[in-house]
């Protein structure tokens, strides 16, 4: 069972008054290949691939909860069998040593926080790239909503910088990760369209979003459609061509259909204005 709790420290205001000043904070970019940056700099090492590392990924992607030493120990190695509470906390500390080396047993404030039994980030002490994508994406279609076009533009266009890569891409076969990597892709998809909706730039910007947004989409036929119709609008026939001849063989390949239009389709009233 997860528990749903506060990750924030506790001790965090005794930290304020007896003069410690505001925590040290971690950054971890976790859209993508996993990166850390730590109060100091980056944090990098083999131990990034190792078991410190995959604990890590996990409460990364259990980052809002406290989760049973048990519960990690059966996601991560399910076949650590009873001694899965005791290798977990071995890792926890580990994992502590790594993110901050030089801490001392006796301090009471860690980024990986320890509540009855359960293990997970303190939110006051580390920063994820996901929850900023996350904001940026609400306040952007907050903005969106109240007619602020401009302001959810910059959001949205905030959202999509952000989204260096699927969720933790680097464990692409982690089943617990697996739930979080799709939901941030759907708010990177809706960030897209909602993008592409509003009307682009230019046409170059056009084509951009909506290439991003098919390779997210891989299968959606109308994505794929409007992105195709974009390169020939710009007179890129050869990447059009290209892109539905790739586009055709995936779902001949994954569903055994054939997508419901044509290039010829797509090309004729372009070629009719050549010809007029």
Same mark, same amino acid.
């Given at each position: ?128 790239? @996901? ?6 994406? +609400?306040?952007? &279609?907050?903005?969106? $909503?109240?007619? /602020?076009?401009? #302001?959810? %533009? ?75 119709? @974009? ?6 026939? +050869?990447?059009? &061509?290209?892109?539905? $001849?790739?586009? /055709?063989?995936? #779902?001949? %390949? ?23």
């Amino acid at each position: 069972m997860t528990a749903t709790l506060d990750t924030r420290g506790p001790d965090s205001a005794e930290v304020l008054a007896c003069g410690g000043g505001a925590p040290e904070v971690h950054r971890i970019f976790a859209m993508g290949t996993l990166r850390i940056e730590g109060p100091r700099g980056p944090i990098t090492g083999d131990w990034l691939e190792q078991r410190p590392g995959q604990l890590l990924r996990f409460l990364v992607c259990e980052r809002r909860h406290i989760v049973p030493a048990d519960v990690i120990g059966e996601a991560i190695w399910p076949h650590a069998g009873p001694a899965a509470p005791n290798t977990v906390r071995h890792f926890v500390h580990a994992l502590r040593e790594r993110l901050e080396p030089g801490r001392s047993a006796r301090t009471l404030t860690s980024a990986v926080v320890c509540r009855r039994g359960g293990y997970g980030l303190d939110g006051e002490r580390v920063w994820v790239d @996901a929850d900023e994508f996350e904001a940026q994406a +609400s306040m952007g &279609a907050a903005a969106l $909503e109240m007619g /602020r076009t401009s #302001l959810a %533009r910059a959001h949205l266009e905030r959202v999509v910088a952000l989204h260096a890569g699927d969720f933790l891409s680097d464990e692409p076969y982690a089943v617990w990760a697996m739930c979080e990597r799709e939901r941030l892709r759907a708010i990177a998809c809706d960030a897209l369209r909602s993008l592409v909706d509003m009307g682009a730039r230019s046409p170059d910007e056009e084509a951009r979003w909506l290439e991003r947004l098919a390779a997210l989409e891989p299968f959606d036929e109308d994505v794929h459609r409007e992105l195709i119709s @974009a390169w020939l609008r710009m007179g890129r026939w +050869s990447r059009a &061509a290209r892109h539905y $001849e790739s586009f /055709r063989a995936r #779902l001949l %390949r994954e569903f055994g259909a054939l997508p419901e239009f044509e290039l010829a389709e797509l090309a004729r009233p372009l070629r009719s204005r050549r010809c007029a």
